[in-house]
């Protein structure tokens, strides 16, 4: 069966670092586009960043461009968020998701069909 298994969150101070992994396994990974996509307490899904299938082509909001980089190896099946230049407003549970169509950039979730079980982001003095 599909799974996305996150990891690399944690508790990081403010203009500090962290990359986070998504293994992904079921599915031809290779074939797929795939997201991150964030939520912070009490709010909203937020999309933060796609990636094309052979990793050629990426696209970040607005909030993260120029601080996040979102990459992919395609033989080991993972994808990666390098997150530099941390900000409180970044702390949430971050999530690896798999568009269900061609809506690359939606803060849908209807329109992701697997999803991780989230690797939380905590940014903090």
């Known amino acids: 069966q599909v799974q996305l298994v996150e990891s690399g969150g944690g508790l990081v101070q403010p203009g500090g670092s962290l990359r986070l992994s998504c293994a992904a396994s079921?599915?031809?990974?290779?074939?797929?586009?795939m997201t991150w996509v964030r939520q912070a307490p009490g709010k909203g899904l937020e999309w933060v960043s796609v990636?094309?299938?052979?990793?050629?082509?990426?696209t970040y909001a607005d909030a993260v461009k120029g601080r996040f980089t979102v990459s992919r190896d395609n033989v080991k099946n993972i994808m990666y968020l390098q997150m530099n230049s941390l900000k409180p407003e970044d702390t949430a549970v971050y999530y690896c998701?798999?568009?269900?169509?061609?809506?690359?950039?939606?803060?849908?979730?209807?329109?992701?069909?697997?999803w991780g079980q989230g690797t939380q982001v905590t940014v903090s003095s």
């Open positions: 079921g599915f031809a990974f290779s074939d797929n586009y």
């Open positions: 990636i094309s299938s052979s990793g050629a082509s990426t």
């Open positions: 998701a798999r568009p269900r169509g061609r809506i690359y950039t939606s803060n849908d979730r209807k329109l992701y069909d697997y």
